[in-house]
């Protein structure tokens, strides 16, 4: 199955901008729709972003309307979620997942990764 592995979360201030990316070694990677997702500790998931195989793009919320862009570089097999003016209540572990192309980009999705943490104090 592919495999997704997220990087570039950390601990930030209030205001500050962090690009979250996702590998996988998945050859057609290309042929995959792929989207972000966040939890926090007690709370439902929640779907942040959604690209598809085709380069649509659909965000989810308020945060994810203004402040968060989706984007991938298939040669690199990887997808970024940049957020910018980070806030208190973008705290979460961010999550990217995929699902084959002929899937609804809506979900389900299929394959998921372990997620990175992003906390934000003020």
């Known amino acids: 199955q592919v495999q997704l592995v997220e990087s570039g979360g950390g601990l930030v201030q209030a205001g500050d901008s962090l690009r979250l990316s996702c590998a996988t070694s998945e050859r057609t990677f290309g042929n995959y729709h792929v989207g972000w997702f966040r939890q926090a500790p007690g709370r439902e998931r929640a779907k942040v972003a959604v690209?598809?195989?085709?380069?649509?793009?659909?965000y989810f919320g308020d945060p994810g309307k203004g402040r968060f862009t989706i984007s991938r570089d298939n040669t690199k097999n990887t997808v970024y979620l940049q957020v910018n003016s980070l806030e208190p209540e973008d705290t979460a572990l961010y999550y990217c997942?995929?699902?084959?192309?002929?899937?609804?980009?809506?979900?389900?999705?299929?394959?998921w990764g372990q997620g990175t943490q992003v906390t934000v104090s003020s």
């Open positions: 690209l598809t195989s085709t380069g649509g793009r659909t």
């Open positions: 997942a995929a699902v084959a192309s002929y899937r609804d980009p809506a979900g389900p999705y299929d394959y």
